[in-house]
């Protein structure tokens, strides 16, 4: 059991940054984070391997957020830049990878409890 609590969220106007960072209570093989809007799927938006520190990321977010870790202080981090309105959502760190498709919900066994994020135009 990893239990995994997010902080950084926040109001933003668009153009501006948000840091997140999401604290483990253990070892994860990788931590990803995902995002909800109102009446959305959660969605996948960045994943890092905490072994080699491999990173990928979603389309909508690639070249404005950047995934990082602390692997002495069990931390993701998540650097948000140049954000956009719709980047609006309540953010959730994610851990303890099952083998699934890493930028869908049901790939991961472990949540936080999620931190808001609101970027205004």
């Known amino acids: 059991q990893v239990q995994l609590v997010e902080s950084g969220g926040g109001s933003v106007q668009a153009g501006g940054s948000l840091r997140l960072s999401c604290a483990a209570s253990?070892?994860?093989?990788?931590m990803a984070w995902f995002r909800q809007a109102p009446g959305k799927e959660r969605e996948g938006v960045a994943i890092?391997?905490?072994?080699?520190?491999?990173?990928y990321y979603a389309d909508s977010v690639k070249g404005r957020f950047t995934i990082s870790q602390d692997n002495a202080k069990n931390t993701v981090y998540l650097q948000m830049n140049s954000l956009k309105p719709e980047d609006t959502a309540m953010y959730y760190c994610a851990a303890g990878g099952n083998g699934g498709i890493w930028y869908e919900s049901s790939a991961w066994n472990y949540w936080g409890q999620g931190t808001q994020v609101t970027v205004s135009s």
């Open positions: 890092i391997y905490t072994g080699s520190g491999t990173t």
């Open positions: 253990g070892y994860s093989s990788s």
